[in-house]
């Protein structure tokens, strides 16, 4: 699925909170001048690897520029400072996350609804494993975050945990009610799972596919929301 198709259906998507974040997260990702192009789009892409490498200060426009083979002064053109071109870049990744996986419609049946989700994030991770790192490096570094502009992190903090309560709901639909383990402790597990398959191949799965890979981690989170 294409990221405007995904898009479009955003927009009647059927969780009003994601879908209010998906836009939140679009307009950040645009900045002040709502502009969009391929240059911008290159800028943003070679910025997040550069900046989760590197780091925020030590990356400079001269090289984000000589990354997407234009002149440092262009880079201005497109945004105002490095930190509106983090700013958009985390925005910019986070949202291409959330169409995604989030976006596209499962089946009505609870089981299959999760197993969807689950699945679609691991697929991601392993189809974006540059961008996925990148993204999981910055966000969890606060220097990082600091430097963003305010009104685009407390956007993606209020993306993070509308994508948690998504991924809760459906645990608590699946999960045993007598279990043991509280529905929010697995979703938090659940979610490191999916999220450590951005670190795929490993030794022991180098061997298989990518929907095998899958395959395997599926039953582990089905013991987890079983248990």
């Known amino acids: 699925m294409t990221h405007q198709a995904s898009a479009n259906q955003a927009e009647t998507f ?21 502009e969009r192009g391929d240059t911008r789009e290159r800028l943003l892409a070679a910025a997040m ?4 490498t590197e780091g925020f200060r030590a990356t400079t426009i001269r090289g984000l520029a ?6 440092p002064g262009a880079v201005y053109a497109h945004f105002d400072s490095k930190e509106g071109i ?16 989030v976006v596209p419609q499962d089946p009505s049946e609870p089981d299959a609804r999760f ?6 994030h691991m697929r991601f991770q392993m189809d974006n494993s540059a961008l996925a790192s990148a993204s999981d490096v910055l966000l969890l570094n606060e220097t990082v975050l600091h430097a963003a502009e305010p009104q685009t992190v ?23 009610r007598d279990s043991q383990v509280l529905p929010k402790i697995q979703t938090r ?19 298989l596919d990518g929907n095998s890979v899958v395959d395997q981690y599926m039953q582990v989170i089905w013991s987890i929301v079983r248990a």
């Open 189 to 207: 597990a659940i979610l490191v799972l999916c999220d450590s398959v951005s670190a795929e191949p490993r030794p022991e799965t180098v061997s």
């Open 86 to 101: 983090l700013s958009a870049a985390l925005a910019r990744a986070y949202r291409t996350f959330l169409l995604d996986v």
């Open 66 to 71: 000589t990354a997407v083979g234009i002149t």
């Open 49 to 52: 690897p550069a900046f989760a």
């Open 14 to 34: 059927e969780d009003v909170e994601l879908g209010e974040v998906i836009a939140a997260l679009a307009q950040s990702s645009a900045g002040s001048s709502g």
């Open 115 to 120: 197993e969807g989700l689950c699945r679609r």
């Open 154 to 176: 407390d956007v993606l903090r209020r993306a993070k945990g509308a994508y948690f309560d998504r991924v809760y709901r459906e645990v608590v639909r699946v999960g045993t």
